[in-house]
């Protein structure tokens, strides 16, 4: 080992670690390689800035008088429904969430569509939104309406909760059939018409920690520009994934679930997003510092865009049937470049996550650790691994009689 957490953590108090982002730690190897610079390095930083479905908001908005039990009834937050099946006062909503009457979400093509994102997003920004709340009543709970205007700056928590996001790599989406495609990967093109992927490639955290030898629940982050941490390992986490000969997954692999105080972060870090013709879901910003403990991990941190590939899926057939089949493998560089081949045919290519959104966040990491306002933590468990047992299943269906 070169160094431990609480050597850097003190280094970074005495100004003196030095720093690099994952862009900027590829030039370093290939001047003085990698045993040099992992002597020299004591953090990477990371980031991605893309599309996370599965995100979500916690809220307790305090007592009224006469008290009302929000938990059992309905509760909309600007017309989107929230989910009251906790308590009292505590609400959570969910960035997938749709109103239920809202014409503009009939999700045809050309709508524009508003829900829990933007919800999330508007309560950030700082923005009043409007609670209306129905409910049953009781004893100790009498009342049974409630509208009212939220602020976050007047409500007790209000929590960021993630169940997935920052996938280690993920599809390049494409469509083969003769019909547009309206997807959470976007608008697929008719006939190979596009190819649409989404992570920040050589800057995404996983790529550049693997195996989760620094990350692991417990350890400290940049979540949607405030301070955050890792809860827990994503849903569909799949540890299990085929990996190159770098060891870097080929397919959809680990996930990660993260908690932050929604009052630190920042409207700009966390955005609400229209996918036309499919719903909502929210665009967060994320970053992890690796830490250098060892040449090992100072190596995975220089990967480039060119050693991670990704499977090219057909999403008219082989992705909403489960099929496994894979069109193809390519490589993020050719992503990036602007078009790839499939079956012989030149497609032209875009990304859903914002390679410049993932530069900012990990340089504004990295200054947050330089001005000593960010230190590492430990995790307090590890994220289980291809050697843990854990296995990512399917829904094994059990038919019931319906009467």
């Known amino acids: 080992m070169l160094r431990t957490i609480t050597e850097i953590n003190e280094k970074l108090k005495a100004g003196k670690a030095i720093i690099t982002t994952a862009e900027e730690i590829i030039d370093v190897v290939k001047e003085k390689g990698v045993a040099l610079a992992a002597k020299e390095v004591d953090i990477v930083t990371t980031g991605t800035f893309s599309p996370m479905c599965s995100s979500g908001?916690?809220?307790?908005?305090g007592h009224t008088k006469p008290r009302i039990k929000l938990g059992g009834g309905h509760v909309c937050i600007n017309d989107v429904p929230a989910y009251t099946g906790f308590a009292a006062t505590d609400i959570f909503i969910g960035a997938n969430a749709l109103p239920d009457n809202d014409?503009?979400?009939r999700l045809y093509p050309g709508e524009f569509n508003y829900g829990g994102g933007h919800v999330i997003e508007e309560i950030v920004a700082?923005?009043?939104v409007q609670l209306v709340a129905n409910s049953y009543g009781t004893d100790c709970y009498p009342r049974k309406k409630l509208a009212t205007w939220l602020n976050i700056n007047d409500i007790n928590q209000a929590v960021l909760f993630n169940p997935r996001n920052a996938y280690q790599n993920y599809n390049v989406a494409v469509n083969l059939s003769n019909k547009t495609l309206y997807?959470?990967?976007?608008?697929l093109k008719p006939k190979l018409g596009n190819a649409n992927f989404s992570?920040?490639?050589?800057?995404?955290p996983l790529f550049n920690d693997p195996y989760y030898k620094t990350i692991g629940i417990g350890t400290r982050v940049f979540l949607g520009g405030g301070i955050g941490y890792i809860?827990?390992?994503g849903t569909q986490h799949n540890p299990n994934a085929p990996r190159n000969n770098l060891g870097i997954p080929s397919r959809p692999a680990a996930t990660l679930a993260f908690i932050g105080d929604l009052k630190q972060m920042k409207q700009k870090w966390l955005v609400g997003t229209s996918m036309i013709g499919y719903g909502v879901t929210l665009t967060v910003g994320i970053g992890i510092p690796i830490p250098i403990l060892s040449d090992e991990i100072l190596k995975f941190t220089s990967i480039t865009d060119a050693d991670i590939t990704a499977p090219v899926?057909?999403?008219?057939k082989a992705y909403p049937q489960c099929n496994p089949d894979i069109l193809t493998e390519v490589n993020y560089a050719q992503l990036r470049s602007g078009n790839i081949t499939i079956k012989?045919?030149?497609v032209p290519t875009a990304s859903l996550s914002s390679y410049a959104g993932a530069v900012s966040i990990a340089t504004n990491l990295k200054q947050w650790l330089q001005d000593g306002k960010f230190l590492l933590s430990e995790p307090v468990a590890p994220i289980p691994g291809s050697g843990s047992g854990y296995q990512l299943k399917p829904l094994v269906e059990r038919p019931i009689r319906i009467q």
């Open 126 to 128: 700082g923005e009043d």
């Open 57 to 61: 908001a916690y809220f307790n908005i």
């Open 344 to 346: 012989g045919k030149k």
């Open 231 to 233: 809860a827990w390992w």
């Open 183 to 187: 997807t959470y990967m976007g608008i």
């Open 313 to 316: 899926v057909d999403y008219s």
């Open 103 to 105: 014409p503009r979400n």
């Open 199 to 204: 992570t920040a490639g050589q800057l995404s």
